[in-house]
């Protein structure tokens, strides 16, 4: 009786915290981003969901439903990065460029997401390009993509 109590609770527990999230993408995918992002700082913060972290730091960087900030936008996004999420290093990437900072992490994130296939990568790619940094990483002697 105390074990099936226990599975009942744990699927329960599972079934919120996916719920948080859900709502997530329904509320971005409308393009109620206020909502998105209501529901995924909750699955990023009390569930701990890593795509809810990739969101909400893609709605950091791109000023979606909150004011545009790159410091939270890599916060969010390095979490989901760390974790496996490989367009969040595309992301994370874009984020580098904005602030200038951590360059050589910057062609990893492209690099992977490359390799990976992530369409934003080639979009973040040629913004690389367009940039003019002191030392910029040589794509053209890396593997085609």
Do not use: W
Not at 67 to 79: D, I, S, W, Y
């Amino acid at each position: 009786m105390i074990k099936h109590f226990l599975l009942i609770f744990i699927l329960s527990v599972v079934a919120l915290n996916a719920n948080n999230f859900r709502n997530g993408m329904i509320a971005y995918k409308k393009a109620q981003f206020r909502d998105a992002q209501t529901f995924f700082r909750t699955a990023a913060l009390d569930d701990k969901s890593v795509a809810a972290s990739y969101m909400l730091g893609r709605m950091y960087l791109n000023g979606e439903g909150v004011k545009e900030n790159t410091q939270k936008a890599v916060q969010f996004l390095l979490h989901a990065y760390d974790f496996g999420n490989v367009p969040a290093g595309c992301y994370l990437s874009e984020a580098y460029m904005k602030q200038g900072t951590n360059l050589a992490l910057l062609a990893t994130g492209i690099i992977g997401g490359l390799k990976k296939r992530v369409p934003h990568c080639k979009v973040v790619l040629k913004q690389y390009h367009a940039y003019n940094f002191p030392n910029k990483f040589d794509f053209d002697n890396t593997t085609n993509y």
